[in-house]
């Protein structure tokens, strides 16, 4: 079974910078399982539903945002850590919620959900105005 761990929510003012790290684990057959998988962040504002936030495909040479995100955060892999980060830049109050990071067994994966097959328990942000 594959696991997803992320790491580095937590509370900041606005303008202020976060960077969340997902690290996939598990046995050395399931992450093999993931062969080349695109990876992605969500997030969940409280109330609402989730969305996503961006993707990334396995080769790192295709990213896709979120409008509301796009010029603010980056996203970038680590494929021999088997791990990916969301770098969060000029936070805003509306930024707010909890970010969870997800795999496809896709190369190349867009931001429907369905396309991810894999998913972690999900980091909390704080943005204070």
């Known amino acids: 079974q594959v696991q997803l761990v992320e790491s580095g929510g937590g509370l900041v003012q606005a303008g202020g910078s976060l960077k969340l790290s997902c690290a996939a684990s598990?046995?050395?057959?399931?992450?093999?399982?993931?062969?080349?998988?695109?990876a992605g962040w969500f997030r969940q504002a409280p109330g609402k539903e989730r969305e996503f936030v961006a993707t990334?495909?396995?080769?790192?040479?295709?990213?896709s945002y979120a409008d509301s995100v796009k010029g603010r955060f980056t996203i970038s892999r680590d494929n021999a850590k088997s791990t990916w980060y969301l770098q969060m830049n000029n936070l805003k109050p509306d930024d707010t919620g909890v970010y969870y990071c997800?795999?496809?067994?896709?190369?190349?994966?867009?931001?429907?959900?369905?396309?991810?097959?894999?998913w972690g328990q999900g980091t909390q942000v704080t943005v204070a105005s």
């Open positions: 990334i495909s396995w080769s790192g040479g295709r990213t």
């Open positions: 598990g046995r050395t057959f399931s992450t093999y399982a993931l062969g080349t998988y695109a």
């Open positions: 997800a795999a496809s067994m896709k190369s190349i994966a867009d931001s429907a959900e369905y396309e991810y097959n894999y």
